[in-house]
C-alpha cells in the first residue's frame, strides 16, 4: 500500500522560499507521474507541478514557472517541491500524490487531480505581505 506523507510547509513573508518534502513508502516505481497540488477552501485543487521519476521531466503552469521546481530523490523515495519568490497568493494546502497508471516516458504528466489515485494529508503554506 503506497503511503505519501508531506512535510516542509509553514509560515514565510513574501519573496521568501520554502521547501516541501513527500515521503514515499510502497511500491512507487519510475513510471507513474507524481505531482503537487495545492488548494484553498472554496476552490479546486491545482496541480502546480508534475513529474516522470523515470525521465525527470517535470511540467509546471505559468502560475509557478520560474519560481517553483519539483524534483525527486529516487533513492529516498522522496518528492521535492522547492518554491521561491513566494507570494500571497500561493498560501494554500498543498498535497503531494501518485498516479496509478503507468504512463510512457514521453508524456507529459499531468496536472489533473481527479487522474491522481494516491494523496498525502496536506502541509499547510501561509505567505503573509
Known amino acids: 500500500q503506497v503511503q505519501l506523507v508531506e512535510s516542509g510547509g509553514g509560515s514565510v513573508q513574501a519573496g521568501g522560499s520554502l521547501r516541501l518534502s513527500c515521503a514515499a513508502s510502497g511500491y512507487i516505481g519510475s513510471a507513474r507521474c507524481m505531482g503537487w497540488f495545492r488548494q484553498v477552501p472554496g476552490k479546486e485543487r491545482e496541480g502546480v507541478a508534475t513529474i516522470y521519476p523515470g525521465t525527470g521531466r517535470t511540467y509546471l503552469p505559468d502560475s509557478v514557472k520560474g519560481r517553483f521546481t519539483i524534483s525527486r530523490d529516487n533513492a529516498k523515495n522522496t518528492l521535492y517541491l522547492q518554491m521561491n519568490s513566494l507570494k500571497p497568493e500561493d498560501s494554500a494546502m498543498y498535497y503531494c500524490?501518485?498516479?496509478?497508471?503507468?504512463?510512457?516516458?514521453?508524456?507529459?504528466?499531468?496536472?489533473?487531480?481527479?487522474?491522481?489515485?494516491?494523496w498525502g494529508q496536506g502541509t499547510q503554506v501561509t505567505v503573509s505581505s
Open positions: 500524490a501518485l498516479e496509478s497508471r503507468v504512463r510512457s516516458s514521453y508524456e507529459v504528466c499531468p496536472t489533473a487531480a481527479s487522474l491522481y489515485n494516491y
